[in-house]
């Protein structure tokens, strides 16, 4: 995949060339993403939900949460299914020049371009919605997909107002057939072409190369935690606090200075091979380090056994995500699983305080690790709920019913929690993340996963 990736971006090994590669055009991407999302992702995402015409609605001024996926619209897209394809209208306008939205069937009239986008308010014959609405009955669909909803953002685009309007020039027999499309976007949104997961791969290797690069410049004695992307001590021989994780320690502050006997991880980001604004692709991956001390030459034993438990459960877990399966399956294959290999299952709640008195009570001072896993969607909505694509976790249950579809991007993200010798009851707990997609022969590798524990000489 990663030589792919770099075939792709023209990238090749010419030793001792000087000139600086340039990046892909953006704007010529942008336009194959988004026809081929239409052509190839879009029909079946409305099949798969029953819905039979999707009218979308944004307005200039108001940003439209689906801009990645048509550009800067205002009016109304309506997709329509009509049997061999999805046809294309547009009752708007469609701006953003090159990479906006493409081979459009149907262009409403210059008039009702000019109501629907703000020319000349109140002095609207209402006669100019005419076209709309015949238009929709002349497809007469049973079940019209709208974006709202009362709580996935990225599919409440249309406003209030907007809203009004179109149940006004559908009147109340169509309008009795509108939906909330919200699954329908979803769908959409995070099913991935080809070409996205290159993208995605391109971000996750800048960022890995960006952090290897902080973690080599790190020096004892004088680099703050706040000087690092994401850091975050995890165990510390000589901070105040350090018997407790989770309380409050002197580890805790950004101007902690990173000393002899630290093992942090870092949670990084890095350079995106494309501004998508918030639809960029991003990063959610962790590389761990550990700080030498003086005589030490290797990672202390304890902390090493307790990462490689982590790891292990990575090869694990890794079985049992599988295309065509439902979020709640795999939940339930890697639980099942990963306590039949001897682990404990800690089902976080999303709350750090509660999720580590949880780990405290099911591990006790024993020398069974635990772990809790939140496979969540990834990709450009960053595993938040601007799209709620197939996630495993026990608190996003959800999603349980979502189904994992080809080259579906999730966020391999887990934790392993394990008693070391010098702080029994304590546990502590290590975070895996690496963004990998799920492919036709199972979880596919498009970042290096982690490989071991970065070593950091103890002497500035």
Do not use: C
Not at 236 to 244: N, Q
Not at 283 to 294: F, I, P
Not at 360 to 366: H, Q, S, V
């Amino acid at each position: 995949m990663f030589a792919l990736v770099m075939l792709m971006l023209g990238v090749g090994s010419l030793v001792g060339a000087q000139e600086q590669i340039p990046k892909p055009d953006q704007d010529e991407w942008l336009r194959l993403i988004r026809n081929d999302r239409l052509d190839l992702i879009l029909p079946s995402a409305m099949r798969d939900h029953d819905i039979d015409m999707w009218i979308h609605g944004t307005r200039q001024g108001n940003p439209d949460p689906l801009e990645y996926e048509f550009g800067r619209t205002g009016g109304f897209i309506i997709f329509t299914d009509v049997g061999d394809r999805i046809e294309r209208a547009i009752f708007g306008e469609v701006f953003g020049g090159q990479g906006a939205i493409e081979n459009i069937d149907v262009r409403g009239s210059t008039e009702i371009s000019r109501a629907l986008t703000g020319y000349n308010p109140g002095d609207v014959d209402p006669s100019v919605y005419d076209e709309l609405r015949e238009y929709v009955e002349s497809h007469n669909p049973e079940r019209i997909g709208v974006n709202y909803s009362d709580w996935l953002a990225v599919a409440d685009g249309i406003s209030y107002t907007q809203f009004q309007k179109l149940e006004q020039i559908l009147g109340p027999e169509l309008s009795s057939r509108v939906v909330s499309a919200e699954h329908l976007i979803t769908d959409f949104r995070s099913r991935r072409l080809s070409l996205e997961v290159a993208v995605q791969a391109i971000t996750l290797e800048l960022a890995r190369q960006g952090a290897i690069a902080q973690l080599k410049g790190v020096v004892p004695g004088r680099t703050k935690l706040r000087d690092l992307r994401g850091a975050s001590v995890l165990y510390s021989v000589t901070a105040e606090g350090k018997a407790a994780p989770g309380l409050p320690s002197s580890t805790d502050s950004r101007n902690y200075v990173l000393q002899p006997g630290d093992f942090f991880s870092l949670n990084y980001g890095g350079e995106k091979i494309f501004d998508f604004g918030f639809s960029s692709f991003t990063v959610d991956s962790k590389m761990h380090a550990y700080v030498l001390r003086e005589g030490e030459t290797e990672v202390p034993e304890g902390i090493q056994r307790a990462w490689d438990f982590g790891k292990r459960a990575q090869g694990i877990m890794r079985q049992h995500v599988r295309v065509g399966m439902t979020s709640g399956q795999a939940l339930e294959e890697i639980v099942a699983a990963m306590e039949a290999d001897g682990y404990i299952y800690t089902p976080f709640t999303d709350d750090g305080e509660q999720d580590y008195q949880m780990v405290r009570d099911y591990l006790g001072d024993g020398d069974t690790p635990g772990f809790y896993l939140d496979l969540h969607a990834q990709g450009n909505n960053d595993g938040e709920l601007m799209t709620v694509g197939a996630s495993i976790a026990p608190f996003r249950r959800d999603r349980d019913d979502l189904v994992i579809h080809p080259n579906h991007i999730f966020a391999f993200e887990y934790a392993v929690h394990t008693n070391l010798p010098d702080r029994p009851g304590y546990p502590i707990s290590i975070n895996f993340s690496n963004p990998q997609i799920v492919g036709p022969n199972g979880v596919e590798w498009i970042q290096v996963p982690n490989y071991g524990i970065y070593i950091i000489s103890g002497t500035s």
